[in-house]
C-alpha cells in the first residue's frame, strides 16, 4: 500500500490556478478565471498569437463566473458590497 499524504487545509480552500476555460465562438480566443492580486479575474490568450492578457482587474471581489456575448465581447459577474447580489 502507498504512504498516505497529507493534505493542508489551505489546499482545500485555495484557489484554482485556471478553471472555467472557454473558446471564443468564432475560434480565436481562450479565456478562463485566474488569480490576480489574490482575487479571480478574467483572462484571455488570443490562439493566433499565443499573447495572453488580463481583462478584468477586479481586487476587492472575485469574478463569479463568465461568458462569450459575442467573438469579441464577454459578460462576466461578480458580487457587490459582499451581499452576493
Do not use: C
Not at 487545509?9 to 472557454?22: A, Q
Not at 468564432?26 to 481583462?55: C, S
Not at 476587492?60 to 457587490?80: E, H, I, P, T
Request: charged share 35%; glycine share 8%; hydrophobic share 35%.
Amino acid at each position: 500500500m502507498a504512504p498516505s499524504r497529507r493534505i493542508s487545509i489551505e489546499d482545500f480552500f485555495r484557489k484554482p490556478e485556471r478553471s472555467d476555460v472557454r473558446i471564443s465562438p468564432d475560434g480565436t480566443h481562450l479565456g478562463w478565471l485566474a488569480p490576480w492580486e489574490r482575487r479571480l479575474n478574467v483572462h484571455l490568450r488570443d490562439l493566433r498569437t499565443g499573447q495572453e492578457r488580463r481583462v478584468t482587474h477586479a481586487t476587492a471581489r472575485d469574478a463569479l463566473g463568465w461568458l462569450w456575448a459575442g467573438d469579441d465581447r464577454l459578460v462576466y459577474a461578480q458580487d457587490s458590497g459582499g451581499d452576493e447580489n
